[in-house]
């Protein structure tokens, strides 16, 4: 089950069902399950609390993933910060909606084991977000 929250913000307008959908084909599309995936927005200063006290990082973010997967089962917390997500969009040139389902499907990327930190996988990371992207129809 997929769910979304707020915290401190406004529900992003996201069509929660054809979203939860084309988040389980992506999810399928790496040989895996969607278990228990809760989305929480968040503000800027939400999720810098967030990441100063599970993580131990003093900065804003647009995702924060806490992975709890089970063998192919997906599971997690995602807390996305619009207010990162908004500038981000607007520093890119990209459409605020774009960016946020970007994001969206870039935390379950994280779940199904794709990385971004080390070196070329930011390239690899991309590539799948731009997959995923392509298939949500």
Same mark, same amino acid.
């Given at each position: 089950?997929?769910?979304?929250? &707020?915290?401190? &913000? ?68 995602? &807390? ?22 970007? &994001? ?34």
């Amino acid at each position: 089950m997929i769910t979304y929250n &707020v915290d401190g &913000v406004k529900m992003p307008k996201i069509k929660k069902r054809e979203t939860t959908a084309w988040i389980k084909r992506v999810a399928a599309s790496h040989g895996r399950k969607v278990g228990e995936i809760g989305y929480m927005f968040v503000d800027d200063e939400k999720i810098l609390e967030v990441n100063n006290e599970y993580l131990g990082h003093d900065y804003y973010t647009d995702i924060i993933t806490f992975d709890y997967d089970e063998g192919d089962v997906l599971n997690g917390d995602l &807390v996305i910060s619009l207010d990162t997500v908004r500038s981000n969009a607007e520093q890119l040139g990209k459409d605020y909606y774009e960016e946020l389902h970007r &994001v969206i499907i870039h935390g379950i990327l994280h779940l199904c084991g794709i990385n971004d930190k080390g070196p070329g996988e930011r390239e690899i990371m991309e590539e799948n977000e731009n997959k995923a992207l392509a298939m949500r129809g």
